[in-house]
């Protein structure tokens, strides 16, 4: 493997025409100089110089290594700029999964957060229920996840998850079957007909209804929000959903109440820290505004 040092020096050589040029624009003295050009002749076994009087002239071996090592040299230093100016948060890029409501209520305002504060990162969105978006950090194809979990429900191995608040559900019910904002007994509906979401939160209903003594019976299943809440307001069942979700869109026909559990929403990433700056960066503005629905 050809070693930097000695590329540099034939790049400069190239570049000024003499080793006492080569040597001050390296800040090298000349005996280094001509000691990492020897190398790199020894080293690819190449003839790259050619000793004209007291001077030396690259040979054609020597100008096609020299014209490569202005290219390699060129990318390095490019990227050790984009480096410098992502760890600096000047620039960057972070591939970001939401659930669909925390996507609707949390990551709007993080993101208008994080662009005020490091305009430089560019943010990508994708929608995704916490398992896809578990896969989809093992796979390398997003950086960090914004993701929810009940208390029944463990960490996946290598994910490292951050609680970032609690999430209170709600039993939903049509408007007049009960006082809005009270506690209830899930009890009482024992004998009317459930609506359930997506898998996780349909374990958690199960859970929740088997502690207050029962087994629901499940008419509807569906992880759009919108629609559950559709069906409840018509009449056909009611339904547990978590704030976020109402907090994103409420049905004017539906009344919630407090059902006295919640859901943890977390910030997962694949593997243990450090992380990339960015990606912390991203973490902190939604962490905060987290906070903010929190209080």
């Not at 409840?232 to 919630?256: E, I, M, Y």
């Amino acid at each position: 493997m050809i070693d930097l040092r000695r590329l540099e020096a034939l790049v400069a050589l190239h570049r000024t025409g003499t080793v006492s040029a080569a040597a001050a624009q390296l800040h090298y003295g000349q005996p280094t100089i001509s000691h990492h050009l020897r190398r790199l002749e020894a080293e690819t076994g190449a003839v790259l110089l050619q000793r004209v009087g007291r001077g030396l002239r690259l040979t054609a071996e020597g100008e096609r290594l020299a014209r490569r090592g202005e290219e390699v040299l060129g990318l390095l230093a490019r990227a050790e700029d984009e480096l410098r100016a992502a760890t600096s948060l000047q620039s960057g890029r972070v591939r970001l999964a939401a659930f669909p409501s925390g996507a609707a209520t949390l990551v709007p305002d993080a993101l208008a957060l994080l662009a005020a504060r490091h305009p430089g990162i560019a943010l990508d969105l994708t929608e995704a229920e916490p398992p896809e978006a578990f896969e989809m950090l093992r796979a390398g194809s997003i950086d960090l996840a914004l993701t929810f979990a009940y208390p029944d429900q463990p960490e996946p191995e290598q994910i490292t998850s951050v609680p970032v608040f609690g999430d209170p559900l709600y039993l939903v019910t049509r408007d007049g079957e009960g006082p809005a904002h009270t506690p209830v007994d899930l009890a009482v509906y024992a004998e009317t007909r459930w609506i359930t979401g997506c898998e996780r939160c349909r374990s958690e209903l199960l859970t929740l209804c088997r502690e207050a003594g029962f087994t629901p019976t499940i008419a509807f299943a569906s992880d759009d929000y919108v629609a559950v809440q559709s069906l409840v307001a018509s009449g056909l069942g009611v339904t547990v959903l978590p704030g976020l979700a109402l907090r994103a869109h409420q049905h004017r026909d539906v009344v919630r109440r407090r059902v006295g559990a919640q859901r943890r929403v977390q910030l997962s990433t694949y593997g243990a820290p450090p992380r990339p700056a960015a990606v912390d960066a991203a973490a902190a503005a939604i962490a905060e505004v987290a906070g903010r629905v929190r209080s």
